[in-house]
């Protein structure tokens, strides 16, 4: 049997702790060969674009991302291949010139609210998970973090919610609930659903003899 990665895709909406999730996933299994691909660090190249048109962009449609270059990364991990993941600025709305080596490793976790959106993602990944967390403390954990971390004001947080985050995360990110194996409430205090999904990797890694 040909050696081939554990693929886990975790979703859920902005502000919905899936990056909580994902960590705690990936500190479990620190010193082994585990790595996390995060979507967010594949929002296209918009240095072509001034500041004020990069603000326009819906960060929150599918067509922001390369998901196509993500794809492909994936499928080079996939054969044992290096990336170089690109690197994303929130403050300045682009990919930054800066580039991460990326070694392959025999889990890779998929993180992002669209991860599940695309069906060739989807078709890679062996386990797909959707944090599933109420709208209210998503907005709040999102205020918190968009001014605390991406250099946001209250206003501009609320009117980016309520006329595209809101809208985007019913058209596009709900729906993806039902291609996910496990819905997870809440974020990374979920210990019991964090065990299990560890507990299933290690099968799972244990089948392939990767253990
Ligand atoms: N986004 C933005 N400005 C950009 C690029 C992205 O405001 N230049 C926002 C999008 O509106 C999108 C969000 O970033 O909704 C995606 O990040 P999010 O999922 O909120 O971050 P995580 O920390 O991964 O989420 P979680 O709290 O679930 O861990």
Redesign the pocket.
């Known amino acids: 049997m040909t050696r081939k990665p554990v693929v886990i895709g975790v979703t859920?909406?902005?502000?919905?702790?899936?990056?909580?999730i994902?960590k705690a996933i990936y500190d479990r299994f620190k010193g082994h060969s585990i790595l996390m691909l995060?979507h967010?660090y594949y929002?296209k190249d918009q240095t072509h674009l001034s500041f004020e048109e990069?603000l326009k962009?819906n960060?929150?449609h599918p067509f922001?991302f390369d998901t196509d270059l993500l794809i492909e990364h994936i499928q080079r991990l996939l054969q044992y291949e290096h990336i170089q993941k690109p690197v994303?600025d929130?403050a300045a709305?682009t990919r930054s010139e800066e580039v991460i080596e990326v070694e392959p490793k025999d889990v890779i976790i998929i993180?992002?609210?669209l991860v599940l959106e695309d069906e060739r993602l989807r078709d890679l990944m062996d386990i797909k998970l959707f944090?599933d967390?109420d709208a209210d403390l998503?907005i709040i954990?999102?205020m918190i973090?968009?001014i605390k971390e991406?250099g946001?004001t209250m206003d501009s947080v609320i009117d980016?919610y309520v006329n595209?985050?809101r809208p985007?995360h019913n058209q596009f990110i709900e729906p993806t609930k039902r291609y996910a194996d496990i819905i997870i409430p809440e974020?990374g205090q979920n210990h019991v659903a964090i065990d299990l999904m560890v507990t299933k990797i290690q099968t799972i890694l244990e089948q392939k003899s990767f253990l």
Do not use: L, N, W
């Not at 859920?12 to 909580?20: F, N």
């Open positions: 859920g909406g902005s502000g919905s702790g899936k990056t909580s994902a995060e967010d929002y990069r962009t960060y929150d922001a994303y929130y709305h993180e992002g609210i944090v967390t998503r954990r999102r973090r968009d991406r946001r980016q595209v985050v985007m974020g």
